[in-house]
């Protein structure tokens, strides 16, 4: 948190004054255009974007395979592939991991790489700072995941860690340490990113790029960067009392002293429920580009797109204690949160009939990322359905912490998030890499998905309300558990085997595209409405050869694009005409740098200090402060370049190259 | 990036920029002011600790009386040194949504503490 | 430096892309720099960090005064007197004098009146370090009537409380070191009191925490 | 994969892949097929936690509330799905249709508004029953039972109930694992944790409650018919959280005030020179540590307050004595063995003790238990970081001799009558 505060402030205190120093004289801003030093080095979003896409994936393979692990020991009763203790380390993990280090930044991802294509901007507002938020979420997820090898075990307190069973005398090993640590870090790096994404959005849209023009896609993420930075201090609080807890002593749930063990709860929800939203609406918003994509119409109902998804954003704070039914906290308050918790069922479902609404009468093409769309759009609902089954608060005293709720949530996350996520990588492969992924192997891909993953979470349905409690290692034979549990087990089988399935088309598509001479698909291999597509794919480093000027929404089809007399749409330019051609020269750009890498570096190793020994803390804190140093002196471009006069290269001064990068504006910012 | 490039996008205080100087000094005259009704707020509010030389029958009061002294610096403080007076629109509708969801959500949040009511005891 | 009408725009030329970051007259869509934007978002979010660690305070000072089986813990039987209120008074004037040299700074900066705005960045520097010495010097006190960090939840939640805002107040203090360092070095010119506006909106920031602090946590029983 | 890789528009064209969705009607069938099956998975035969066959006033008006709840959220699920697939099947692109341009609707207010509205009148339909039946359930019964109230205590990773006859505050009895309840009427359950949170449920008779420290929550239960019905802790307590069950057990009025006079006598004392006063004595020399027998030992916890006020502070022995104070009964961590014989299942309800038809002693698990209880469930009884006290029961070590005398003199504590 530490550096949450310090970091914006960072950018102001060099803002543009004076001479260049080159500290100590190490590390020049570097030069590098390719090899591994200029992603390491990296502030382009959209390198940035890929890093934080192939993080994520990585990080998928482990949780996927922790869940895996889950349900080999629950194929049978009594089961003993792991060992109670290592179940619960598995099962947190895979909870924590799936959450915060998959859909997060694989959202983050695509909001790194489209919201600054989408709005026309040239970069995001801060580009060492985004960079920065990468390389700490990266340290963060590793960092947490190192607690297999240095905590003496992994967390083992569930994904929420309650309190007071994540205190030292109920979870002695080290795992809850790193589980409070890690995610303070990655924690910071997404208020980080919130604040660089809001920026962009709101101060960098191309001239005529009004708000109510902007793609729905980057009004989810908008909503989901706006909740992000106001849930993340919440949980940042959270952490810190566990923190200070378990290193320092304090009293903040130690119940012999009076604590209030509900205060972890409260202060949990109050930033899960946003939470999840923040894991939703991404999705949601690339589905919302995918649809009228694919059915070649507009999406039904903007406004009330736009306007659901900042219902939902809102609302999403006043129903946290959906989470608490059992926890005994007084009827009219469980009354209170049930009412709240089903309204949004209305918001939501706007959505989904308005996706269904924009494939009325279209024409759909049925390609990957739209069988994946349309694939968000029903099981989505079979989760979203089964949340109002939980919000009607009597009812889910018999569902709570049963499997009824892990169907809810993986049919939400896995059939609304990941399903979604998946579609937007088939929809945007082309504009980042430059190649389609197989059509065909994607759809081989959707259907095993699909099917595999109804195999398994469907039956979590049955065995939740048959009375299977969540998170037990086991289950007895008599419990009437195995069938389902069975078929459960096998699913996951089958979603392995998709992914895999995913992993192949990744590789055997590039390969043949390799072997045919690498064929570019073109700008807007999709006829696509939005502004990413109106530049080559992959996109150039400097994006846009000039910064568009926006006239409509969806301006880019509109230029394509004229309307008959029927309303029809009939070609009026062709694509190959208007797309622009990537080849300008002379655009400035931030140059890349060493110190977000070096800033994030330090934390984690601070970290282990405050676990381990605080003398650990000290070469962490040395980094952290001579990254901060470099970083506030840094030279805005390499030295040499554009250094027409003893006052430029203000330090600090990239961040400034973001502004003026972005295009000039035209009317001011509507936000609420 | 040339140093232009720098200087305007530092300048801020767009609206501040059109006027002259002698602005600038009117709105130290209104600072110092507003420290001014400040430090009597604060004096104010620190009276209330004294409570012997209060009638009983105003001490009820203090808790709202503070309360009330307390968002009228906050708000002198946001509004004037802070310019969200005079500045955009957006900034101030950020801060505000910052501020309403803290105040509403954790006020709830305590209210499902039972925190206004009497001490919580174990029963039986 | 007006916000562009639509006209303008119309007219402006489509390739101003990369003409424009050459071109001293742009600016963003909402007319504000990214950093102030950046800094007011930031300090949104700030709310609900202190709002958390506020109503933390507040539940275990209750539960502290209510718990059966504490009503001989120190701070209950010191009461309201754990606190010297004169003296936090004191020191929350002393913060809030810090505010007015703060905004005088800037305000003196925009003028390019160099030696003011030393002055008043000076004497803030000075305000603000005379409010982190108070606490320090609270703190010693308290745990030398027994009131540690551990001592029991209300201790916790309030040294946790009033020790994030003095880390707000010691980053607030290098910062404004840091921009004095600048202005010596002649690089703090009226061009740049944006940034020394931004600085400043953090210190009031934590000064306007402090008054919430001030009055929640000592004053209202 | 080379027309794959090339992405001209052109090229992408209506494929024979998707025939499939040609054929709604198999479709149909199959997805009608899965769920009949999945219904038929939902009988509750064999299924001891079922939530679906309540047995209980309490769970039937949930049962009541969630039927017609589960039948809204089935007629949405079919329209939202049935629409996609229709929707996906009729309005696809076919062959030779590249260039066929829809048309482009922007959007119907009005229809829009239809749908904001409909789905708000139907869940405002739903949260006036959601509010009627928290009512019910939170509402102190008429005829609550007066002469009897449980104090459950949960704890790594069993539970402890604790009598309270006539509801006078004072601690009659304490038994572990089995909760016996008379049918007929609603039983009130306070209910507290001694370590970390954990969730009382009992499926077939109420919905659950969690069980925080510090902190008191109540439920009330009811069973209609004498049964035995099972429940399982929901809130993850850690290490053995899976295997911390619990079992109610409901007995018509008369059996049950016997089995409270029963429980309401001392153990006896074995004849000495048998094998179960060699029992006596190995239990009196190694287990009294933690567990009590009621005319063996007493707690070596002695609760301080008789004041009906939770007192940690005032209490000598935090992790020892009941959270509920004036329980002179409660063992240190463990159960109470005193009448170990009347019930049927031990450690977390989940192994038998004593055969429920036959009444015969398990000798067995018990033996195995007293041999090496981590076989049976895993525990934590060592000290760790922050923890002086350890969870569970250790191994003790003891000689087959020792085990063989344990069982017998076990075999012994039942009441008079039973
Ligand atoms: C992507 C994440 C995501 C999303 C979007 C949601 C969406 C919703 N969730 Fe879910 N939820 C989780 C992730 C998510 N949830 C997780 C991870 C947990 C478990 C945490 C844990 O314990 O580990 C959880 C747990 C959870 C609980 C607590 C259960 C318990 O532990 O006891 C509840 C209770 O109310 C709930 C409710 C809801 C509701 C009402 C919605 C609504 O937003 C859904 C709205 C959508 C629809 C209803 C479908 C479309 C609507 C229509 C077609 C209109 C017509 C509909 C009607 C008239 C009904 N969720
Ligand atoms: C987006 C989030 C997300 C996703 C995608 C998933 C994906 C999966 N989840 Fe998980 N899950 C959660 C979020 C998620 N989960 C959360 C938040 C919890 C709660 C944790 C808690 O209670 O604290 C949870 C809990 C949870 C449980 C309950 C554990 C318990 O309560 O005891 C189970 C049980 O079956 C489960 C299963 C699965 C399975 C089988 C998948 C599969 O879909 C995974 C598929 C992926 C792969 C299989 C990996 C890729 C494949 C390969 C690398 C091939 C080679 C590998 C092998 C063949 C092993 N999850
Ligand atoms: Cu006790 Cu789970
Ligand atoms: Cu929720």
Known sequence: MALVEREPLALPTGAGTGVAIEPLGVLARPRTKDGWRSWVTTVDHKKIGIMYGAAALLFFLVGGFEAMLIRIQLAQPNGTVLSADLFNQVYTMHGVTMVFLVIMPMAAAFANYLLPLQVGARDVAFPRLNAFSFWLFLGGGVFFNSSWLLGGGAADCGWFCYAPNSGVAFSPTHGVDFYSVGLQLAGAASLIGAVNLIVTVLNMRAPGMTLFRMPVFTWMQLVVQFLLLFSMPVITVALFLLTFDRSFGANFFNVEQGADPLLWQHLFWIFGHPEVYILILPSFGIVSEIIPTMSRKPIYGYPFMVFSGIAIGFMGWGVWAHHMFASGIGPISVAAFSISTMFIAVPTGVKILNWMATMWGGKITFNTPMLFSAGVVAMFTIGGLSGVTHAVAPADTQQTDTYYIVAHFHYVLFGGALLGLFAGMYFWWPKVFGLMLNDRLGKVHFWIILVGFNLTFGPMHILGLQGMSRRIQTYQPTDGFTLWNRVASFGALVIAVAVLVFLYNIYSSWSSWKKAGRPNPGADPWDARSLEWSIPSPAPEHNFDFVPEIHAQDDFWHRKYGEDDKGRAVRIASTEDIVQKGDATDVHLPSPSFYPLILAAGLPIIGYGVIFNRFIAIPGLLLFLFGLFGWAFEPATEPGDHAEDGTHGGTGGDDHDAAALAAPGNEEAHVG | MSVETVATATAGHPEHAEHGAEVHESHDRTYVKIAAILAVLTFMEMLTYFESIFPDAIERYFALALLVLMSTKFYLISAYFMHLRWDKPVLRRVFLTGIVIAVVVYLVALTVFNFWNGPEVMPR | MRRPTLADTLTAPAEGGHAAHHDPGHETNTGITNEKLGMWLFLGSECLLFGGLISTFLLYKKKLNTFPGFENTSIVKLGRNVFDIPFTSVSSFVLLMSSLTMVLAVSALTRDDQRRMRTWLLATVFLGATFLAGQVYEFTAFVKEGLGYTTNIFSSAFYTLTGFHGAHVLIGLVILMTMFARSLQGKLRARNAETLEIAGLYWHFVDVVWVVIFVVVYLIK | ?418
């Not at chain 4, 080379?2 to 992408?12: F, H, P, Q, S």
């Not at chain 4, 499926?203 to 049964?227: E, F, H, I, T």
Request: with cysteine; net charge neutral; hydrophobic share 40%.
């Open chain 4, 1 to 418: 994969m080379n027309e794959m890789v090339n992405g001209e528009v052109e090229k992408r064209k209506m494929s024979p892949k998707y025939e499939y969705l040609g054929q709604p009607r198999r479709q149909v069938t199959i997805l009608l097929g899965m769920m009949l099956f999945a219904l038929a998975g939902c009988s509750s035969a064999g299924r001891p936690l079922t939530t679906l066959e309540p047995r209980g006033v309490a769970a039937s008006s949930i049962h009541n509330l969630v039927v017609p709840v589960f039948v809204v959220a089935g007629v949405v699920f079919v329209f939202i799905n049935f629409g996609v697939l229709y929707v996906a099947f009729r309005f696809r692109r076919r062959a030779g249709e590249q260039d066929v341009f829809p048309e482009q609707v922007h959007g119907n207010t009005k229809l829009e508004l239809g749908w904001t509205i409909i789905p708000a009148l139907v869940l405002a339909g739903i949260a006036v029953g959601t509010i009627a039946t928290l009512i019910t359930l939170n509402a102190e019964p008429d005829n609550m039972a007066q002469d009897v109230e449980i104090r459950v205590v949960g704890q790594q990773w069993w539970w402890a109930f604790e009598y309270d006859l006539g509801r006078d505050g004072t601690v009659d009895f304490v038994t572990a694992n089995e909760m016996i309840i008379p049918t007929g009427t609603p039983v009130n359950l306070v209910m507290t944790s001694r370590d970390v949170i954990h969730s009382f449920w009992i499926p077939a008779l109420n919905g659950k409650k969690d069980v925080a420290p510090g902190r008191v929550s109540k439920l009330w239960m009811q069973a209609d018919k004498p049964g035995r019905f099972l429940g399982q802790c929901t809130e993850f307590c850690g290490l053995s959280h899976g295997y911390m069950r619990m079992m109610a057990v409901a007995k018509s009025p008369g059996d049950f005030d016997q089995w409270v006079a029963g429980q309401m006598t001392k153990a006896a004392i074995p004849e000495a020179g048998t094998a179960a006063r060699r029992g006596l004595e190995t239990f009196t020399s190694t287990c009294t540590g933690c567990h009590l027998i009621n005319g063996v030992n007493t707690a070596d916890c002695t609760p301080i307050s008789t004041e009906k006020q939770y007192d940690p502070k005032a209490n000598t022995c935090w992790m020892g004595a009941s959270p509920f104070t004036s329980a002179a009964q409660v063992s240190g961590a463990a159960p109470n063995l005193t009448h170990l014989m009347t019930r049927y299942v031990f450690v977390g309800a989940l192994y038998e003790l004593r055969n429920v038809e036959t009444g015969a002693l398990n000798v067995n698990n018990l033996e195995g238990w007293l041999r090496n209880p981590g076989d049976y469930k895993p525990m934590a009884p060592d000290p760790t970081r922050g923890n002086t006290y350890g969870r569970g029961m250790p191994n003790m070590k003891l000689t087959e001799d020792q085990i063989d005398d344990l069982v017998a003199y076990f075999s012994t504590l039942a009441p008079p009558s039973a």
